[in-house]
T-cell receptor
Framework: DQQVKQNSPSLSVQEGRISILNCDYT??????FLWYKKYPAEGPTFLIS?????DKNEDGRFTVFLNKSAKHLSLHIVPSQPGDSAVYFC???????????????FGKGTLLTVNP | GAGVSQSPSNKVTEKGKDVELRCDPI?????LYWYRQSLGQGLEFLIY????????KSGLPSDRFSAERTGGSVSTLTIQRTQQEDSAVYLC?????????????FGPGTRLTVL
């Protein structure tokens, strides 16, 4: 039973355009969400996070949007650069309601390719 | 500064053999986590250490899997009598403390192939 779903295995975008990566979740206890970026042969690196009390968090070219009613979040990268080409993982955690606040549940990832 | 390191980077073993995977966390990080990523899957939580104790082993798939951490630092994940379904990338992460807003820093992983 996948609690965090990334339904697009891959996405291809032209340099300078917007990349939009989507993530859906089923567990209503999740209240903290993160995006990780992974290059080949490296471990994932933290990119950006959002708490369920917010609907948007921005950091430079990266913005995460959260729609709690739809149990959906998205990562926007503007403008996209070739160096952004990587696998992006969505992750979620249940900090409250007795959930383990360290345990991350990951999606399967989306491979983003930014073409020059 | 040094990040999380893991060894070996690749391990090929025969079905039925035991393997040990090592993780060196970032110095001073009290929390340590093991995850695995099977082909085409997301990262799957295995175990969480706070110091040398493991308050959460809920993700270990079977009793063939065990892990220990000594001196609040190095951790070893042991898989006994390996099976082909154990083939995956095993990732270790550490954080300052075991709190969600403490960023988890990941190592590069150990790719395990069981023939």
């Amino acid at each position: 039973d996948q609690q965090v779903k990334q339904n697009s295995p891959s996405l291809s975008v032209q340099e300078g355009r917007i990349s939009i990566l989507n993530c859906d979740y089923t567990n209503s206890m999740f209240d903290y969400f993160l995006w990780y970026k992974k290059y080949p042969a490296e471990g994932p690196t933290f990119l950006i996070s959002i708490s369920s009390i917010k609907d948007k968090n921005e950091d430079g070219r990266f913005t995460v949007f959260l729609n709690k009613s739809a149990k959906h979040l998205s990562l926007h990268i503007v403008p996209s650069q070739p160096g952004d080409s990587a696998v992006y993982f969505c992750a979620a955690s249940a900090r409250k309601s007795g959930g383990s606040n360290y345990k991350l549940t990951f999606g399967k990832g989306t491979l983003l390719t930014v073409n020059p | 500064g040094a990040g999380v390191s893991q060894s070996p980077s690749n391990k090929v073993t025969e079905k039925g053999k035991d393997v040990e995977l090592r993780c060196d966390p970032i110095s001073g990080h009290t929390a340590l986590y093991w995850y695995r990523q099977s082909l085409g899957q997301g990262l799957e939580f295995l175990i969480y250490f706070q110091g040398n104790s493991a308050p959460d082993k809920s993700g270990l798939p079977s009793d063939r899997f065990s892990a220990e951490r000594t001196g609040g630092s190095v951790s070893t994940l042991t898989i006994q009598r390996t099976q082909q379904e154990d083939s995956a990338v095993y990732l270790c992460a550490s954080s300052v403390q075991g709190r969600i807003n403490n960023e988890q820093f990941f190592g590069p992983g150990t790719r395990l192939t069981v023939l």
